[in-house]
T-cell receptor, first 112, second 114 residues
Framework: QQQVKQSPQSLIVQKGGISIINCAYENTAFDYFPWYQQFPGKGPALLIAIRPDVSEKKEGRFTISFNKSAKQFSLHIMDSQPGDSATYFCAASWNAGNMLTFGGGTRLMVKP | GAGVSQSPSNKVTEKGKDVELRCDPISGHTALYWYRQSLGQGLEFLIYFQGNSAPDKSGLPSDRFSAERTGGSVSTLTIQRTQQEDSAVYLC????????????FGPGTRLTVL
């Protein structure tokens, strides 16, 4: 049972453009929503995370938007750069267990 | 400081053989997780250790999979009688105790079962 659905599977953006990745979850017990960035041959690394008591969180060029009623959250990458080319995973967890439930991933390519 | 390390980085084995994968977490991280990443797929939770508590094994796909953590530090994931569908990258992560602390991932072990 896939509890976190992520789209699109792949995304091509021009340098300077905005990259948008969307996720939807089913389990209303989730209360922590991180995004991870993974480069080839490396483990995922935390990019930014949000809790459901806020609707938006911004860190530099990266913004998470969160819609609790719709059970959706998204990652926006402003001024996308070729160095942002990687696979991005949304995830979710809840206090009853720290394990992360991941979305299927989005492979982002930023063209120069 | 040193991050999470895993060994071996690559493992090729024959169907039916047993394999052991090792994870060295960040010093002081009492929480340790194993995940599996199949080709082109997301990460799938396998098992979670927190201090001296009984591990959460709810993600293990079959009884061929087991894991232990010795002395609250190093962990070993064992797969018995490997099958071709076990081929994947096995990732280990560690974090500080408590809820929703950042999980730091190792580089993974790529397992190929022929």
């Amino acid at each position: 049972q896939q509890q976190v659905k992520q789209s699109p599977q792949s995304l091509i953006v021009q340098k300077g453009g905005i990259s948008i990745i969307n996720c939807a979850y089913e389990n209303t017990a989730f209360d922590y929503f991180p995004w991870y960035q993974q480069f080839p041959g490396k483990g995922p690394a935390l990019l930014i995370a949000i809790r459901p008591d806020v609707s938006e969180k911004k860190e530099g060029r990266f913004t998470i938007s969160f819609n609790k009623s719709a059970k959706q959250f998204s990652l926006h990458i402003m001024d996308s750069q070729p160095g942002d080319s990687a696979t991005y995973f949304c995830a979710a967890s809840w206090n009853a267990g720290n394990m992360l439930t991941f979305g299927g991933g989005t492979r982002l390519m930023v063209k120069p | 400081g040193a991050g999470v390390s895993q060994s071996p980085s690559n493992k090729v084995t024959e169907k039916g053989k047993d394999v052991e994968l090792r994870c060295d977490p960040i010093s002081g991280h009492t929480a340790l997780y194993w995940y599996r990443q199949s080709l082109g797929q997301g990460l799938e939770f396998l098992i979670y250790f927190q201090g001296n508590s009984a591990p959460d094994k709810s993600g293990l796909p079959s009884d061929r999979f087991s894991a232990e953590r010795t002395g609250g530090s190093v962990s070993t994931l064992t797969i018995q009688r490997t099958q071709q569908e076990d081929s994947a990258v096995y990732l280990c992560a560690s974090s500080l105790p408590g809820f929703h602390n950042e999980q730091f991932f190792g580089p993974g072990t790529r397992l190929t079962v022929l």
